[in-house]
C-alpha cells in the first residue's frame, strides 16, 4: 500500500489528531483493524473531559499516528507490534482477556456447590439482622486488624492456570526453532518454588511469608500467559497464516487518492532558513533521516538521501507474521463430563513440496528407519 502523501505536522489539536489515528487505522488489515480503532475511540472518549494529564496523552497520541503511519508505509516492525495487540498478545486487549481467564468458572461438582451455598448461608447469618457484633468492624473482622496482603491469587482459578502454564511450557519446547516468544520462557509451574523449607531459626516459614512468596511467583507467572481466544478468531488467525489475507474480505485496502489543488502552485519548497540559524542542522534534518522517514512522512531530496525504502509489506512477510502469531495463541475448551480444560496451540504451516515419483523410487524396499525389508 502506498504511503501517506503528506508529511506529518509536529504537532496537532486534539481533534484534528483524533481524525487522523482513525483514517490511518482504516488502512490497516481488515483481521484486526476493528480492534486498534476501538483502543484509539475508547483512550480519546475516557479522557475527553477533565484529563489531568493531557500533554501525556496528546504526546502518546502523536507517536501512535506516527507508529500507525510506518506500518502502513512498510514498516515491517511496527505492522508486527500492531498485529500482536490486535490479536491479544501484548497491549490492553491482552490484560483485558487475562482479567476474565483467571476468574473461577464456579463449582466443580454438586458437592462444591453445597459448600459454597452453606458458607454464603452462614455468613450471612452470623452477621445478623443488627449489624456486626462488637468489636467487629463492617466487613467482619476485628477492629484494628489491618487485611491480609498478597492474597489477589487466591480469587484466580489456579488449577485452570498451572494446567495453561503446563501446556505453554510444553509448547514453547516445541516451538523454539520456528518462533520466539516475548519475555522470558515458562520455566517451572511450582507455585512453591520460592517457599524455603525452614527460616533462619529452623521453624517452618510464617503464612505471611508463604503468601508473598507464593504471590510473586504468580505475578511472574502471570506475565508470560498467553491467554486463549475465541474458536472463530483462532481459525481465522490460522488461515490468515494459510494466506486468506490475499483474498477476499480480509485484504489490505488501497489508500484514498489525496485532494489536488485547482490551482497549480508552485513546486519548489521555501527553505527553512530560520530552523538552521537556530538550531543544529541535525535537529532540523531529524525528521527527514532514513530511519524516521516512514514515521514522519518527509523525504531527504538532497543528493545523499539514499533510495526511497519500500512501501509495502509483502504477502509473504504477512503470511509468516501471522503463522508466528498463530503459535503464541491458544484455543481452549472444556470437556462437559470431566470439566477439564484442553488447550489447543497453532502449529507451522509445512510449505515442503511433495515428493516425485523418481524420489520416491530411493525408498522403496526399506523401513522407516532405511532398514532393508526380507524378501517377500
Not at 498485529?83 to 483467571?102: C, D, N, P, W, Y
Not at 526453532?177 to 515458562?186: F, H, K, L, M
Not at 512453591?192 to 504468580?218: C, M, T, Y
Not at 477439564?340 to 528407519?369: C, H, M, N
Amino acid at each position: 500500500m502506498p504511503a501517506p502523501a503528506y508529511p506529518l505536522p509536529s504537532s496537532l489539536p486534539p481533534l484534528h489528531l483524533y481524525r487522523h489515528l482513525l483514517r490511518e487505522s482504516s488502512y490497516l488489515p481488515p483481521a484486526f483493524r476493528a480492534t486498534i480503532a476501538l483502543t484509539i475511540r475508547d483512550r480519546f472518549h475516557r479522557n475527553r473531559k477533565h484529563d489531568a494529564r493531557a500533554k501525556a496523552h496528546l504526546s502518546r497520541a502523536l507517536s501512535a499516528l506516527r507508529g500507525l503511519r510506518a506500518a502502513n508505509s512498510g514498516d515491517k516492525n511496527a505492522m508486527a507490534g500492531l498485529i500482536s495487540k490486535g490479536f491479544a498478545r501484548t497491549g490492553s486487549r491482552r490484560r483485558e482477556l487475562m482479567a476474565q481467564f483467571v476468574k473461577p468458572q464456579g463449582p466443580n461438582d454438586s458437592r462444591a456447590l453445597e459448600a459454597l451455598l452453606d458458607r454464603a448461608a452462614s455468613s450471612s447469618t452470623a452477621k445478623g439482622a443488627t449489624g456486626p457484633a462488637a468489636g467487629e468492624t463492617a466487613c467482619g473482622a476485628p477492629q484494628g486488624s489491618r487485611k491480609p496482603r498478597n492474597v489477589f491469587f487466591q480469587k484466580w482459578d489456579q488449577p485452570k492456570l498451572l494446567q495453561m502454564l503446563q501446556s505453554q511450557k510444553q509448547h514453547q519446547k516445541d516451538t523454539k526453532g520456528t518462533t520466539s516468544w516475548p519475555g522470558t520462557a515458562v520455566k517451572g509451574t511450582d507455585e512453591d518454588q520460592f517457599v524455603p523449607k525452614l527460616n533462619i531459626w529452623g521453624n517452618p516459614p510464617a503464612e505471611s511469608l508463604v503468601r508473598a512468596k507464593r504471590a510473586h511467583w504468580w505475578r511472574r507467572s502471570a506475565d508470560k500467559i498467553m491467554p486463549p481466544l475465541g474458536k472463530g478468531e483462532w481459525d481465522l488467525l490460522g488461515r490468515l497464516s494459510s494466506g486468506a489475507q490475499d483474498r477476499g474480505e480480509w485484504a489490505i485496502p488501497e489508500r484514498r487518492h489525496s485532494a489536488k489543488p485547482l490551482v497549480a502552485q508552485g513546486s519548489l519548497r521555501a527553505f527553512d532558513w530560520e530552523g538552521y540559524a537556530t538550531k543544529p542542522a541535525a535537529v532540523v534534518e531529524r525528521e527527514q533521516s532514513r530511519s524516521r522517514q516512514r514515521r514522519s512522512g518527509r523525504k531527504d531530496t538532497g543528493p545523499y538521501g539514499g533510495r526511497e525504502r519500500s512501501q509495502a509489506a509483502s504477502s509473504r512477510w504477512f503470511r509468516r507474521a501471522y503463522s508466528r502469531t498463530w503459535q503464541l495463541t491458544p484455543s481452549v475448551s472444556q470437556d462437559p463430563n470431566t470439566l477439564r480444560y484442553s488447550f489447543a496451540w497453532g502449529t507451522a504451516q509445512s510449505r515442503l513440496p511433495a515428493a516425485t515419483k523418481a524420489q520416491l523410487e530411493i525408498f522403496e524396499g526399506v523401513d522407516q528407519r532405511g532398514h532393508k525389508l526380507p524378501a517377500s
